[in-house]
């Protein structure tokens, strides 16, 4: 069994030891459980814990996700890639999305929220590893897509998102972070104040990633366990 209470508390406190680290405040951190994969129990665990949102990567898994925690206050915030033709569940299931990465998705998400009437708050992602199997806008590319999606009614633009290459260098995984950072400040130079969310730090990265000035880590493993296989 798997203590999820325990874990969420756990890396609550090393959260709060990273933000002492790097002379923040822990309140500006949200620690954001990814439940992908897992039974629906595990969220009723950090429900019981607190936790109100919750990240699920595939669009797909949103309907059964709502319909079966019917009973519980939260909320699903997507985090993972979605493929165009998934924007209506985007739309009519998701709390958020942290993952805009085209604007192609952008317009689709912008047609299918004006036909709900209602208004989407999103994070840019970016690809600050320039991995190609990662997703998201490239750096030199963000401020200019931000710009069009900001003239999209229905999507609210709250900050980005990255992950960060999946390696034990600790430089490199800085670096990735930082360039978030930076894109964040030109967002506030070019368009005002706003863009507070930067979405970064998985279970492997996440104290570089608070160190760094993530204002939300997305952790799965550290506070599910290992994900079960898809079926
Ligand atoms: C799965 C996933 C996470 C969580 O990954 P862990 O390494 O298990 O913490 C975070 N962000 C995204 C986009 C994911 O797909």
Do not use: W
């Amino acid at each position: 069994m798997v203590d999820v209470a325990g874990n969420l508390a756990a890396v609550r406190g090393r959260i709060e030891l990273a933000c002492a680290r790097a002379g923040r405040d822990p309140s500006e951190v949200e620690l954001l459980p990814v439940s992908k994969m897992h039974a629906a129990s595990a969220i009723r665990d950090a429900s019981a814990a607190g936790y109100r949102r919750f990240g699920e990567n595939r669009p797909q898994a949103l309907p059964s996700r709502a319909e079966e925690l019917t009973d519980l206050d939260i909320e699903l915030v997507a985090i993972g890639r979605v493929q165009t033709n998934k924007a209506k569940l985007i739309a009519q299931y998701a709390a958020e999305l942290q993952s805009l990465d085209s604007l192609d998705l952008a317009r689709a998400l912008e047609r299918r929220l004006d036909g709900l009437g209602r208004r989407l708050p999103v994070l840019v992602q970016v690809n600050t590893s320039g991995e190609d199997a990662k997703t998201g806008f490239a750096p030199e590319g963000t401020l200019a897509a931000v710009a069009e999606i900001l003239v999209l009614e229905h999507l609210d633009v709250r900050g980005l998102m990255t992950m960060a290459a999946n390696t034990d260098d600790s430089d490199a995984i800085r670096r990735a972070f930082r360039t978030l950072r930076a894109l964040q400040t030109r967002l506030r130079d070019a368009h005002g104040d706003g863009f507070d969310t930067l979405s970064m730090g998985m279970s492997g990265d996440y104290e570089l990633a608070v160190e760094e000035g993530s204002t939300c880590v997305r952790l799965g493993t550290t506070i599910f366990g290992t994900r079960p296989q898809r079926a």
